[in-house]
Structure formats: C-alpha cells, structure tokens
C-alpha cells in the first residue's frame, strides 16, 4: 500500500535557525500522487500548508517550501530562518489525483519546538 | 468562511459506553471523513462518505459506526467504547480536487 515516511520528532531549533523536515513517499497504487503538508498549531485542528500536484514543481507558504521530487520520492519541508509560532505538529501526506475519494496517506507526524 | 466544526472537543467515558462524535460542515463539501490520531501513528481514515445516506468504509473501521443524515452532518458513533479507541479525532470534508479541510479535533478518552 501506500506509505510515507518523516523525520522522527521533536525537533528543536532556536528562533531564526533553518529547518528540514524530511518526507520520503512510497505511492504503489498512484502513479502521480498529489503531496501535501499540514500543520497543527496547538490547540487547533490541522491547515494544509501548502500542496503540489506536480513533479518537480514546488510548493511554498508562510516560508516554508517544499519541492516534489518524483525521482527521489520525496517532498521535504524547508524554511530558512524559523519563528517560535512556527511550533507545531507537521504532517506531511500523499493522495490521488482527480476529483475522487481523495484518501489521504498521512505520516507520523513531526513535532517542531522552536525556541526563543 | 468554510468551516468544519466537531463536537464535543472533548470527551470521556467509561469501557462499555456510547458515544457519538458530531461533525458539521457549511461547505457544500461532497466528501467528508472521520480519522482518528495517535502517538507514533499518522491518521488513519475510519469511515468516509460522500454524500448524505452514503457511507464507505476506511482503512480502520472495527468498533466504529458512522452516518451521514445531510450533506452538512456526518456522526462517528462508538456503541461500545474501548480504552484502545482513546484517540484524538479529526473530521475533514472535500469538494473536488481541493485538499480536505479539517476541523479541530475532538479528544476522546475511554477509562
């Protein structure tokens, strides 16, 4: 089935570090999944971040960005100078294109703790 | 402004009881979902349904039940409540190829 995988959590940066979260996906019954990143702020429920339909096409928002890239099977999540706000849970997720049940596979999801 | 709101944002109840989850959306949204949340897991979808009287099972329906009345309203119900079913839970709704929109969870505890 479907699966993606994400850097391991928490993870800790002090205000105005960079940041990768890593997002590797395993898509064997999507040829051309559609890939996406939420977040969770606490307290709230999730936001996409951003999406990308595309390969090799990529994504950004709030600072963050991410590039689909379909020979590595991955989508990681970038930003170069993080706010403590940025503190969140991420999630990082693949579904099908087209207007049609739109399952979406989730990661784990990836703490961020950025400190002051 | 699209919106999915769930209630209660939070629950407990006992091994043994009955509880509904409530899930409402003002979106037009065919789609709607029920996934649950848990440490070391990402989510996973328990039941979907795109439109009302229409429900497809996800890929961990066992001990739940779900009904969608209206276009608006899709309930997750647990009639017989296990501490393995203390989870966060999340709706999410959908209308053609847009990414779901999430409501804020609801925490449900089973002691």
């Known amino acids: 089935g479907d699966s993606v995988t994400q850097t391991e959590g928490p993870v800790t940066v002090s205000e105005s570090e960079s940041l990768i979260i890593n997002c590797t996906y395993s898509?064997?019954?999507?040829?051309?999944?559609?890939l996406f990143w939420y977040v969770r702020y606490p307290g709230e429920g999730l936001q996409l971040l951003l999406k990308?339909?595309?390969?090799?096409q990529k994504g950004s928002s709030r600072g963050f960005e991410a590039t689909y890239n379909k020979e590595t099977t991955s989508f990681h999540l970038q930003k170069a100078s993080v706010q403590e706000s940025d503190s969140a849970v991420y999630y990082c997720?693949?579904?099908?294109?087209?207007?049609?049940?739109?399952?979406?596979?989730f990661g784990h999801g990836t703490i961020l703790r950025v400190h002051p | 402004e699209a919106a999915v709101t769930q209630s209660p944002r939070n629950k407990v109840t006992v091994t043994g009881g009955n509880v509904t989850l409530s899930c409402r959306q003002t979106?037009?949204?065919?789609?709607m979902y029920w996934y649950r949340q848990d440490t070391g897991h990402g989510l996973r979808l328990i039941h979907y349904?795109?439109?009302?009287?229409?429900?497809q099972i996800g890929d961990v329906p066992d001990g739940y039940k779900a009904t969608r009345t209206t276009q608006e309203d899709f309930f997750l119900l647990l009639e017989l409540a296990s501490p393995s079913q203390t989870s966060l839970y999340f709706c999410?709704?959908?209308?053609?190829?847009?990414?779901?929109?999430f409501g804020e969870g609801t925490r449900l505890s089973v002691l």
């Open positions: 999410a709704s959908r209308t053609g190829d847009q990414a779901p929109l």
């Open positions: 898509a064997t019954s999507i040829a051309y999944p559609n």
């Open positions: 990308v339909i595309t390969a090799g």
């Open positions: 997720a693949l579904g099908p294109t087209g207007a049609n049940t739109g399952k979406l596979t």
């Open positions: 979106n037009s949204h065919n789609y």
């Open positions: 349904s795109y439109g009302a009287g229409n429900l």
